[in-house]
């Protein structure tokens, strides 16, 4: 078997079989890894949700007795933190899967004298797997790079079970599913806009530490950030007047309590 490098001579492009030293995946490593997600969402999940089930149900379902109500904070509860922990482990489950096609492509690369088929099958695999054609390999000996356990190979692989995970937990509409998606798509829209920034200080030549992001976005935000609010809060009360059954439950009930409140 060969050892490619990174410039390659015909002779060697032409073998019938290319092969990289490939280090051998843990296992035990990955189930523990699996196991150790799928305990850690559901310890955040009861950890955050209970609480915060406490105040909204006492605040917002007076009618219910108590045990309905101790029954709701059990039920939203569990539904947060089995969640968590059902994707917290698909998610890892799909990243091994991932890291094993990957690591099996990587070891039994085939050269152009296999099937076209075969060849151009692996190519595309490896493409939809890894979002290259050749294995990543180390500039220093040619060994392929082997994310930790529980850690993906590359950012394609973690937006894929992500996504996949996504869809099959976080998919099905409920109070607790979209109060969280909501949450997350906010969450992302800021880190998207702080990637930004980052790309912008690269490009303009400044080093990208922490300081400079902060700089770079509290300049930004004093010229635009006034005109979000003013836009934020004119759509929603706007919406609280005229179309208050569009709104979330908790919020419309807590616009009621502040605009709709008598003495």
């Known amino acids: 078997a060969l050892s490619p490098t990174r410039q390659r001579s015909p002779s060697s492009l032409s073998s019938p079989r290319l092969r990289w030293k490939m280090p051998s995946m843990a296992l035990h490593e990955e189930v523990a890894a699996i196991l150790q997600a799928a305990v850690g969402g559901f310890r955040y999940g009861v950890k955050i949700r209970a609480p915060h089930a406490l ?3 006492c605040l917002f379902r007076r009618s219910l007795s108590a045990k309905q109500k101790l029954q709701t904070i059990m039920n939203l ?3 947060h933190a089995g969640h968590l922990a059902q994707f917290a482990a698909l998610y890892k489950t799909l990243l091994s899967a991932f890291k094993f096609i990957s690591v099996h492509l990587s070891n039994h690369w085939i050269g152009c004298n296999e099937p076209i088929e075969r060849y151009i ?3 595309l ?3 939809l797997v890894d979002g290259r054609v050749l294995p990543q390999t180390s500039y220093v000996d040619d060994t392929v790079h082997v994310a930790p356990a529980g850690y993906p190979q590359s950012a394609l692989q973690s937006f894929l079970a992500g996504g996949i995970g996504g869809y099959l937990v976080w998919g099905r509409y409920s109070s607790i599913n979209s109060q969280i998606v909501m949450y997350l798509v906010s969450r992302v829209l800021l880190g998207l806009y702080k990637r930004l920034a980052e790309l912008r200080l690269a490009q303009a030549g400044i080093a990208v530490t922490d300081d400079s992001i902060s700089r770079a976005i509290s300049a930004s935000n004093t010229n635009s950030y006034p005109f979000v609010a003013a836009l934020t809060w004119a759509c929603v009360m706007a919406l ?3 179309t208050p059954h569009v709104l979330q439950r908790s919020l419309r ?6 605009y709709r409140f008598s003495l």
């Open 77 to 79: 509860t569990f539904e």
């Open 55 to 57: 105040v909204m149900v």
């Open 240 to 242: 609280f007047e005229e």
């Open 121 to 123: 099958g692996r190519i």
């Open 125 to 127: 695999m490896s493409m």
């Open 253 to 258: 009930q807590s616009m009621d309590d502040i």
